[in-house]
């Protein structure tokens, strides 16, 4: 089954201490990217990547690292987590056709973290 | 002026009604448009493409008007598994996406 799986689902933590959620596709999708979503504000963008090895800012990046060493995997870092950082997090992947993405997303089912 | 405006409702209709959502955008370079539904808690998912000359899927319809900017979502005959939000999502070229913050549709029998 295709599909973006994601991990873990549910998180509490606190402040400082440093985590990784993971996102692994099966779809050999060459794009793939980290939202956020928050009550009234809809899905933000936090990093994306167009490659292995190619990562971009998208438009809430403070805080947070990404990688992708392979093509498959994209994990979001949060090397030292604040409450403001609390929210509901989504992993998503896509096709690249004609250098754009033309095509809909894939998402992860989600990870609510929870930063005390 | 914001890059994506969606009227976050909710809108409560019963079923059997016919419903229609707008969502308007300012990024005229916007190039592939989508329609997505998010149940609560859980991830979102495509819905339908929103292409120039319109588009159908069953009981959903989806336009989009160029020149005003604007994309339509059209769900005729609601049922109450169309209890959703729905997201309108565009590409404005490249990578960049943009997702409205989405509208609560409540479908009551």
């Known amino acids: 089954e295709a599909q973006v799986t994601q991990n873990p689902r549910y998180l509490i933590t606190v402040t400082g201490k440093k985590l990784t959620v993971t996102c692994s596709q099966n779809m050999n999708h060459e794009y793939m990217s980290w939202y956020r979503q928050d009550p009234g504000l809809g899905l933000r963008q936090i990093y994306y990547?167009?490659?292995?090895?190619?990562?971009d800012k998208g438009d809430v990046p403070e805080g947070y690292k990404v990688s992708r060493k392979e093509k498959r995997n994209f994990p979001l870092i949060l090397e030292s987590p604040s409450p403001n950082q609390t929210s509901l997090y989504f992993c998503a992947s896509s096709l690249v056709t004609g250098g754009a993405l033309g095509y809909g997303y894939t998402f992860g089912s989600g990870t609510r973290l929870t930063v005390v | 002026r914001k890059e994506v405006e969606q009227d976050p409702g909710p809108f409560n209709v019963p079923e059997g009604a016919t419903v229609a959502f707008n969502c308007t955008y300012s990024?005229?370079?916007?190039?592939?448009f989508f329609w997505y539904r998010q149940d609560c808690r859980k991830e979102p998912k495509l819905l339908m493409s929103?292409?120039?000359s319109g588009n159908e899927d069953g009981r959903f319809t989806a336009q989009l008007n160029r020149a005003s900017q604007y994309i339509s979502l059209l769900i005729r005959d609601s049922k109450l598994s169309d209890s959703a939000t729905y997201l309108c999502v565009f590409n404005t070229g490249g990578f960049k996406t943009i997702f409205g913050a989405g509208t609560r549709l409540f479908v009551k029998a």
């Open positions: 990024n005229s370079a916007s190039q592939s």
């Open positions: 990547s167009m490659n292995v090895e190619v990562t």
């Open positions: 929103v292409y120039s």
